[in-house]
């Protein structure tokens, strides 16, 4: 028996326009979508992820018109980012109040504004207008780049508009720009050498601030974890003593691993595009393994998208 509500695009156009939360594929996760101009919508999505008032979302635009309306200033530097636009990249631009409500924003004066690449998203969004969408899971747990982890974590509260497995399978890099600078806020899907090479600038801040104050809310809170406990295991250990040592169920590791453990495969080691995609489908698989422990097997390059890796991974382990 399906439990999640399988919708069609016109459908899922219809929910939204009728103010209703509607999950829909992205190209680096599912969102949990509602249209910007339905305030009510957007406090479901709260109430139903779980997610602190205080976290804001994701604005999700079409076209430049679109994005015209939402913020009170595109900086220059916008347009060096071309390439990646639509695509995983979210940039943090000052919010138009007059379009953005204070509940999106969680009454921060900027917004979080992504143009997504997926076909279906990009045709909802051009017919029902913008949607703020968080991850579709429950806060705190891995991301969902399958319909069938929407259905896992939601049941049939939530219909579903099922656009295949996510490409990219993690989240979008989020960057703050301003009209002669930028800072990372989240590592994702693009690594932060190709935004440096675009605008020409190193980063200002890196996800802190000087003040030791997270400038992404989103920093503070536990994030990705499965139910088991995630143990990493660094370069220079012994992945066998340490999974003997600890006790655990399962390694989560690459082709060549070397243990006797039974281990589940993120592929090559430092293919990071391949593991990034296999990450939390493998994360969600061992809690169907009622693992109790993981020996995570932490022995790659902390470079490109391997920084993304390895934030996701201390993330998951930290509960
Ligand atoms: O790939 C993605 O970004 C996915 C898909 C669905 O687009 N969305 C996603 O949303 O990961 P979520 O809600 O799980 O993460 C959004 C992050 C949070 O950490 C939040 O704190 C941060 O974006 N954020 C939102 N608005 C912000 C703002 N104005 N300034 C700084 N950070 C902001
Ligand atoms: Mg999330």
Redesign the pocket.
Known sequence: MELCMKVNLEEAIEKIKNGEVVA?P????????ASIYHPLAIQKIFSLKN?PPK????I?YANLEQLKELTEFIPDQYYKLKKLIPG?L?V?LQ?NPKTVNQV???G?????L?M?MHPLLLELIEKAGPVA?????LSGKP?ATRAVHVENDFGENISVLDGGHSQ?G???T?I?LAEDHWSL??L??VSEEEIESLLGTRPRNKIITNDNQP???????KHYAPEAKLILCARNMDLNDMAQEHEVDLVLGYEDSKTNYKTLSLGRRNDFVENLNRLYQKLREIDLCDANKVLVDFDFKKEGLGKTLEDRLIKASNQ
């Open positions: 829909v992205t190209e680096t996760v599912y969102g949990l979508a997610r976290n804001p979302l994701i999700h995983p979210t943090v919010a999106i924003t969680a921060l004066e900027t917004v979080a992504r997504p969408a968080p991850s579709a899971n991301s990219k993690v989240e979008s989020i703050f806020l989240r994702g899907a400038i992404s809310p989103g920093q503070l809170y």
